[in-house]
């Protein structure tokens, strides 16, 4: 078994936590003893954190709606979908029709870029951050 060093993804706190990892497969988790944010702490989501990294319910790969269906699609399909699919609502109901929401899962770095593209390429004020709910 090996040890792999990685940041928590569940929120923005960043704590530092290391994975077993098993036949290249992994088994479990541990703080980082000297991380400065987690200092040999997790909450119970980092705790769990190895449990959905293989479970049979986890997206891997983007789904488009065809004929009323989810069907597995490329990400440049599913990229063009989404940029039309704002675009089109844009030009018809304008753009406070749109709506985005901001995760606490991001970076400041990321939340910063979501709010700019939000104002900037979208055009409207509208986002908001799960953290404020």
């Not at 003893?33 to 987690?38: A, D, E, G, L, Y």
């Not at 200092?39 to 790969?61: A, S």
């Not at 990400?75 to 304008?94: N, S």
């Given at each position: 078994?090996?040890?792999?060093?990685?940041?928590?993804c569940?929120?923005?706190?960043?704590?530092?936590?290391?994975?077993?990892?098993?036949n290249?497969?992994?088994?479990?988790v541990?703080?980082?003893r000297?991380h400065?944010?987690?200092?040999?702490?997790?909450?119970?989501?980092?705790?769990?954190?190895?449990e959905f990294?293989h479970?049979?319910?986890r997206l891997?790969?983007?789904?488009?709606?065809?004929?009323?269906?989810?069907?597995?699609?490329?990400w440049?399909?599913?990229?063009?979908?989404?940029a039309d699919?704002l675009?089109?609502?844009?030009?018809?109901?304008?753009p406070?029709?749109v709506?985005?929401?901001?995760?606490?899962?991001c970076?400041?770095?990321?939340?910063?870029?979501?709010?700019?593209?939000?104002?900037?390429v979208?055009?409207?004020?509208?986002?908001?951050?799960?953290?404020?709910?």
């Amino acid at each position: 078994m090996r040890d792999v060093m990685t940041i928590c993804c569940y929120c923005g706190c960043g704590c530092g936590l290391y994975l077993h990892v098993e036949n290249e497969r992994v088994v479990g988790v541990v703080p980082s003893r000297h991380h400065p944010v987690s200092q040999n702490n997790l909450c119970v989501k980092g705790w769990h954190i190895h449990e959905f990294i293989h479970h049979p319910d986890r997206l891997t790969g983007p789904l488009v709606r065809k004929k009323g269906h989810l069907v597995p699609a490329t990400w440049d399909e599913a990229l063009d979908r989404t940029a039309d699919g704002l675009r089109r609502c844009g030009e018809k109901h304008g753009p406070d029709a749109v709506g985005v929401l901001a995760s606490a899962k991001c970076t400041n770095e990321e939340n910063y870029l979501l709010q700019k593209f939000t104002r900037a390429v979208l055009g409207t004020n509208n986002i908001d951050h799960c953290a404020r709910l």
